[in-house]
Every structure is written in C-alpha cells, then in structure tokens.
C-alpha cells in the first residue's frame, strides 16, 4: 500500500515561516517525481512545487518563487516544503503528489498517480 503522510502543517502569522514534511512509503521512491499543491475553499487544486527524481529539475509557482523551497532525501523517502515569507493568500491545504518518472515534471494534478491527505495551513495577518 503506497501512503504519503504530510506533516508540518499549522496557523503562523504572515511573514513567518513553516516546513512542510512528507514521507512516502509503499514505493520505489528514488524514481517517483513529488510535488506539493494547494488548494483553498472555492479554488482549484493547483501545483505550488515540483521536484524530480534525479533532484535536478524543479518548478515553482510563480506566485511562490523565491519564497518556498521543495527539497528532497531519497535515502529517508521524504519530500519537504520551506515556506517562508508567508501571506495569509497561502492559506490552503497543502497536499503531497507522487508521480512516476519518466523523465520530465508534471505541473497538473491529474498526472500524479498518489495523494497525501492534506495538511492546512493557514496565514494570519
């Protein structure tokens, strides 16, 4: 059984900082491309961070650039999200993706094959 377990998650104040944490399990995790995406109440899901398997590529939103960092430990089988600077717009629940690499990131949603439960975070101002 594949599961991802985020943790991390929890209410800061705007311009603070939280790390997002996921660990994968099931899988051969080394080949899988991750990603974090968000969605708030009346949004679509949408892609904050992408990584791959290699570490080499990664994506960001720009609406995130140059404030998170997606990061990745094969050997621990964890993706981790650095949010700093944070703006009450980032509240969101935050959902950890897997993707099966074949070489290339993907940015939608319905190309990730496996699913974390969430973990909100939400930004006061």
């Known amino acids: 059984q594949v599961q991802l377990v985020e943790s991390g998650g929890g209410s800061v104040q705007a311009g603070g900082s939280l790390r997002l944490s996921c660990a994968a399990s099931?899988?051969?995790?080394?080949?899988?491309?991750m990603a974090w995406f968000r969605q708030a109440p009346g949004k679509e899901r949408d892609i904050v961070a992408a990584?791959?398997?290699?570490?080499?590529?990664?994506y960001y939103a720009d609406s995130v650039k140059g404030r998170f960092t997606i990061s990745r430990d094969n050997a621990k089988d964890t993706v981790d999200l650095q949010m700093n600077s944070l703006d009450p717009e980032d509240t969101a629940v935050y959902y950890c993706a897997a993707d099966y690499s074949l070489g290339y990131l993907q940015i939608e949603f319905r190309e990730y094959d496996y699913w974390g439960q969430g973990t909100q975070v939400t930004v006061s101002s």
């Open positions: 099931g899988l051969t995790f080394s080949r899988y491309n």
């Open positions: 990584i791959s398997w290699t570490t080499s590529k990664t």
